[in-house]
């Protein structure tokens, strides 16, 4: 493989805790009476938050007011996100012999921030993110990585955490489709995958030999 395309959240950075929390006190503000418990909030996510605030019946009318929320959330937490235990060791090993991008709905702002604050950035070649394209599970983004060095779907591996992480990378054809079972979504949910992987290190064994 060429080129290892990697989504950001529950792949790299552990990111699940805060995005659960942001979510009860959208939960909270709408009086949606959410719980604690983090498997609910492995269920209700999906990669595209517009097909999450369906699932709890938040219309474009209240977008501004959950972004708000959102945003704050992420500041409110910034120290509480960070790279897996293992990440920055497969990285650098990865790194030697393939190209490396993040492809992620999430903001880039966000992105840039904790990949500098974890001296992630030399890794990777480059990143697309929600200002780049369409979102996952669109191909899109995988596409625009895809013609930026020119390599071929069957010459590529994309891994993700989620569900719509598996229906974009097929959708756009690519050769080596993992999901990682310690990010957002669990193992049910990820069978589409070609490979399940429970650790991070189990990522650089899956490109060694």
Same mark, same amino acid.
């Given at each position: ?26 939960? #909270? $503000? ?47 937490h910034k ?21 490396? $991008? ?23 070649? $480059?990143?697309?993110?929600?200002? #780049? ?6 191909? #899109? ?21 989620? #569900? ?7 959708? $756009? ?23 399940i992987l ?12």
């Amino acid at each position: 493989m060429k080129l290892i395309m990697f989504d950001y959240d529950g792949v790299l950075i552990d990111s699940l805790a805060v995005t659960s929390r942001i979510y009860k006190d959208i939960s #909270d $503000a709408f009086q949606l009476g959410f719980p604690e418990d983090l498997e609910f909030y492995q269920d209700l996510f999906e990669l595209d938050w517009r097909a999450t605030m369906k699932k709890i019946n938040l219309g474009e009318e209240h977008w501004s007011k959950t972004e708000e929320i959102y945003v704050e959330g992420l500041r409110k937490h910034k120290g509480r996100v960070k790279p897996y235990d293992g990440i920055p060791t497969v990285l650098e090993a990865l790194a030697e012999h393939h190209v490396l $991008a993040i492809v992620t709905n999430n903001l880039r702002a966000e992105v840039d921030y904790t990949l500098g604050q974890y001296d992630l950035h030399k890794y990777f070649q $480059a990143s697309f993110t929600s200002e #780049d394209g369409e979102l996952k599970p669109s191909p #899109d983004m995988i596409h625009k990585c895809l013609a930026r060095f020119d390599v071929k779907p069957e010459n590529a591996a994309f891994i993700g955490d989620m #569900d719509g992480d598996i229906v974009s990378a097929r959708a $756009a054809n690519i050769g080596k489709i993992i999901a990682v079972s310690y990010g957002y979504h669990l193992t049910p949910r990820l069978q589409d995958a070609d490979l399940i992987l429970d650790t991070p290190e189990e990522i650089l064994h899956a490109f060694s030999g």
